[in-house]
């Protein structure tokens, strides 16, 4: 089975904090995505890599970054954290390019920046 | 920009009873789209994939719709059971590997 692991279920910050999210995929996949969910706007990309220290901006990089030094590992940073990012982050992976692809999502992490 | 809408209001039906999501979109020229489960606090796992060209996909109880005329998904779920109580999103991709979410609708399966 793929899996997808999050390095946190829950996070606490304060506003101005970096904040670091780590996903690792154990499946060989090229594909990692970053992606934040929020009632009423559903998930929207974030990010994306397609292959090692490779990225791609989704809808919404504003007020993130991403590192892919290796390709299990996909690292989502929050420069200086801020209310407005107060949300839950799932990632995910997908085998190799192409649309047809399904996603494996991790289990999430719950970030609250106060 | 695309825009997708799911059934907004939360679905409740009766066991046994067969439940319809839909999924319509606009803006957007799919050429797959997928179905994904979520469960209250987890992220979502993948059901099925329809591409373009195919009119309805079918595995066990589920069954996929996709006319790009209506720009619209169907997602039948026959036979119901309160097991499958869960928000069920709906994914448009085209080239590429962008995937543009729903916001998903929440289904109750009464026993």
């Known amino acids: 089975d793929v899996k997808v692991t999050q390095s946190s279920r829950y996070l606490v910050k304060r506003t101005g904090e970096k904040v670091f999210l780590e996903c690792v995929q154990d499946m060989d996949h090229e594909n990692m995505f970053w992606y934040r969910q929020d009632p009423g706007l559903g998930l929207r990309l974030i990010y994306f890599?397609?292959?090692?220290?490779?990225?791609e901006k989704g809808d919404i990089p504003e007020g993130y970054s991403v590192s892919r030094e290796k390709k299990e590992r996909f690292s989502l940073i929050l420069e200086s954290a801020s209310t407005n990012q107060t949300s839950m982050y799932l990632c995910?992976?997908?085998?190799?390019?192409?649309?047809?692809?399904?996603?494996?999502f991790g289990p999430g992490t719950r970030l609250t920046v106060l | 920009s695309q825009k997708i809408e799911q059934n907004s209001e939360a679905l409740n039906i009766q066991e046994g009873k067969t439940a319809t999501l839909t999924c319509n979109y606009t803006?957007?020229?799919?050429?797959?789209l997928q179905w994904y489960r979520q469960d209250p606090g987890r992220g979502p796992v993948f059901l099925l994939l329809i591409r373009e060209n195919e009119k309805e996909k079918r595995k066990e109880r589920l069954k996929v719709t996709f006319d790009t005329t209506l720009k619209q998904s169907l997602f039948h779920i026959t036979a119901s059971q309160p097991a499958d109580s869960a928000t069920y999103l709906c994914?448009?991709?085209?080239?590429?590997?962008?995937?543009?979410f729903g916001t998903g609708t929440s289904l109750t399966v009464i026993p």
């Open positions: 994914a448009l991709t085209n080239t590429g590997n962008q995937f543009y």
């Open positions: 995910a992976s997908s085998p190799y390019m192409g649309a047809y692809n399904e996603q494996f």
């Open positions: 890599s397609y292959d090692v220290k490779m990225k």
């Open positions: 803006n957007y020229s799919p050429a797959y």
